[in-house]
């Protein structure tokens, strides 16, 4: 059963009490969606607030967990979101990828991501993006005849001079003098 918001409980939403997430879960009418006090998602509107005692109690109602704060575990919810993430840009690295179609696709905030990305993985999200393309395109040198364009293209980097300037600067060779050293030497 629902209850009324209190003062108590809007002022622990608003200001992220992570104290009162073993008392209280809180459900948005307009998007469906439940959270923890703690959650760092923008503030609802207080009218559409219901509160919950568990997440059965909001799941038994149609809301939906959210993905940021992971309401129905009982783990650390940033390494999971953080984990959801990189999983998410595993998979779509060469895909036109930037922090606010990160956050909105793990529902959150661009700067929160961003924020909490570097803090677990110590690195910032584009620089990992651009560390699998790269990656990814040392492979496609060594394996395939691609043409440069080609391989900057399947990996994310429409933009040939860019993706030639950025391999350089991970290995300090551009993709033809990587492709040859590799054929000359063997080299990984």
Not at 82 to 89: D, G
Not at 137 to 143: E, G, P
Not at 146 to 160: D, L, Q, R, Y
Request: charged share 25%; proline share 6%; hydrophobic share 35%.
């Amino acid at each position: 059963m629902t209850s009324s918001l209190s003062e108590e409980q809007w002022h622990a939403i608003i200001t992220n009490d992570a104290a009162f997430d073993a008392v209280f879960l809180y459900g948005v009418r307009s998007t469906g969606i439940f959270c923890r006090p703690s959650c760092k998602s923008p503030n609802p509107k207080k009218e559409f607030i219901r509160i919950f005692q568990n997440s059965q109690q909001a799941l038994t109602e149609g809301y939906r967990p959210c993905k940021r704060c992971k309401p129905c575990d009982e783990h650390m919810p940033d390494e999971e979101w953080v984990l959801q993430i990189k999983q998410f840009i595993d998979m779509h690295y060469a895909e036109p990828l930037t922090l606010a179609r990160l956050a909105d696709h793990c529902h959150g905030s661009p700067y929160y991501l961003q924020r909490t990305f570097k803090k677990m993985m110590k690195i910032s999200p584009t620089d990992y993006i651009q560390q699998l393309r790269i990656s990814h395109a040392k492979k496609l040198l060594i394996q395939t005849d691609s043409s440069i364009a080609e391989i900057g293209m399947k990996v994310g980097f429409p933009n040939t001079p860019y993706f030639i300037t950025l391999f350089k600067q991970y290995t300090e060779k551009t993709p033809k003098q990587f492709r040859l050293a590799f054929k000359a030497n063997g080299l990984n």
